[in-house]
């Protein structure tokens, strides 16, 4: 058998049928085993090895300029310590007619201009406007979760989340926004110690403080707590 046609510029990432065609391929070509299918229209060279990067690449491919990724998506863009979702979240503008996309959960919003950064490449939801969006999306609890992420690697500043929630005074939701922040804990350390701090305090005890040294009566260290009731 003939050796497949491989045209280098197509090695590179992502493409759609139309950048084959100027590569001299037709869809015909892209049936072979030398390609793979990533969407509606989108292909990649079975050359490079699967992953996140190439996943996002080629969505964005098959998507409108105006659109952005979002929700857990943004987080993991951001950097927040969550896994890369299955389900790729996508926000574009209402009047968009945009149909689904496989492997895309598609929201129609108004995102301002100043709340899309550039993360790893991509449009990306500013990460205060992507906590705002996963506060309404997500479980309370888990909500915490990932404002606790924010705070504690100093993605965000409490005075951001203050920011945040006196723009949209007045709005829908905003009630819950503030109950999440008042929850979060900028000094923990794991999920599992944001879910635990958030169901003692939403049960109705004291909150405990966070990540407490204790010592012996010499001053030795002993031991430091996730979670310290000194009573």
Not at 14 to 40: C, N, Q, Y
Request: with cysteine; glycine share 8%; aromatic share 4%.
């Amino acid at each position: 058998a003939p050796h497949p046609v491989v045209p280098i510029e197509l090695t590179q990432g992502p493409f759609t049928v139309e950048d084959a065609r100027r590569a001299g391929l037709t869809r015909w070509h892209l049936k072979g085993a030398s390609w793979r299918r990533m969407g509606r229209g989108t292909y990649t060279w079975v050359g490079l090895p699967p992953g996140p990067a190439i996943a996002l690449a080629a969505i964005r491919a098959q998507l409108p300029a105006q659109a952005v990724f979002s929700g857990r998506t943004a987080a993991w863009l951001h950097g927040l310590d969550v896994p890369f979702p299955d389900i790729i979240e996508v926000t574009i503008p209402r009047q968009c007619g945009v149909t689904r996309r496989h492997g895309v959960a598609i929201s129609r919003a108004h995102v301002d201009p100043d709340e899309v950064v550039q993360r790893q490449g991509h449009r990306t939801t500013s990460l205060c406007r992507t906590l705002v969006d996963l506060s309404q999306a997500l479980a309370l609890i888990e909500a915490v979760v990932i404002i606790d992420m924010a705070l504690h690697g100093r993605l965000l500043k409490p005075a951001e989340s203050e920011r945040t929630v006196s723009v949209r005074a007045g709005t829908r939701n905003v009630t819950r926004l503030r109950r999440i922040l008042g929850l979060a804990e900028p000094k923990a350390e794991s999920p599992m110690e944001s879910r635990l701090r958030a169901r003692l305090v939403l049960a109705g005890l004291t909150r405990p403080q966070s990540q407490v040294s204790l010592h012996d009566q010499g001053g030795r260290f002993l031991a430091r707590v996730d979670l310290y009731y000194p009573e």
